[in-house]
T-cell receptor
Framework: DAGVTQSPTHLIKTRGQHVTLRCSPISGHKSVSWYQQVLGQGPQFIFQ???????GRGNFPDRFSARQFPNYSSELNVNALLLGDSALYLC???????????FGDGTRLSIL | QQQVKQSPQSLIVQKGGISIINCAYENTAFDYFPWYQQFPGKGPALLIAIRPDVSEKKEGRFTISFNKSAKQFSLHIMDSQPGDSATYFCAARAGGSEKLVFGKGTKLTVNP
């Protein structure tokens, strides 16, 4: 069975640009969460969506937004990119609330 | 504010030895404590998890020990193998929330 899939795997952008990252959860999973992992640190929670509704938001600026589609896939959008946004962006899915989260391999975003 | 403190930052163990990684938390609302294993270029993979109603959970060579009164939990890897060389993250989640709070990680190296 396919795990959590994320695209693209790598992305290079310049400051001020906008980026969209995509995530397909494990089949049957309805909850999707997004995390940011800076090099050498643990993942930091950004958003969580369940049944297309935002259920949690971490301490990130309004430049970060996300949504979940009827097929439970999700997009993370980041506007006005800053150098500090360079990180590995991870998507995790679980079949419902309160269940273990399984991560994809992430999108490596580099800001020049 | 770091809610989950993980130590050591790095650990070197000989093949066949026991690897021990410790975590401490502050938030008494946490009720789910997973451990993740991350290889370079990959996302975190769920290894084992525990809830505070038990003091120990074992899965193969991996054991979680949990001390609710001390607000500490640890991962023990028995018979450590070179293939176990990776970064390990402890995490915690409060009831009713999907947000995982991660430690900063421990880089484990198992020498052959």
């Amino acid at each position: 069975d396919a795990g959590v899939t994320q695209s693209p795997t790598h992305l290079i952008k310049t400051r001020g640009q906008h980026v969209t990252l995509r995530c397909s959860p494990i089949s049957g999973h309805k909850s999707v969460s997004w995390y940011q992992q800076v090099l050498g640190q643990g993942p930091q929670f950004i958003f969580q969506y369940y049944e297309k509704e935002e259920r949690g938001r971490g301490n990130f600026p309004d430049r970060f937004s996300a949504r979940q589609f009827p097929n439970y896939s999700s997009e993370l959008n980041v506007n006005a990119l800053l150098l500090g946004d360079s990180a590995l962006y991870l998507c995790a899915s679980s079949w419902t609330l309160g269940q273990p989260q399984h991560f994809g391999d992430g999108t490596r975003l580099s800001i020049l | 504010q770091q809610q989950v403190k993980q130590s050591p930052q790095s650990l070197i163990v000989q093949k066949g030895g026991i690897s021990i990684i410790n975590c401490a938390y502050e938030n008494t609302a946490f009720d789910y404590f997973p451990w993740y294993q991350q290889f370079p270029g990959k996302g975190p993979a769920l290894l084992i998890a525990i809830r505070p109603d038990v003091s120990e959970k074992k899965e193969g060579r991996f054991t979680i020990s949990f001390n609710k009164s001390a607000k500490q939990f640890s991962l023990h890897i028995m018979d450590s193998q070179p293939g176990d060389s990776a970064t390990y993250f402890c995490a915690a989640r409060a009831g009713g929330s999907e947000k995982l709070v991660f430690g900063k990680g421990t880089k484990l190296t198992v020498n052959p």
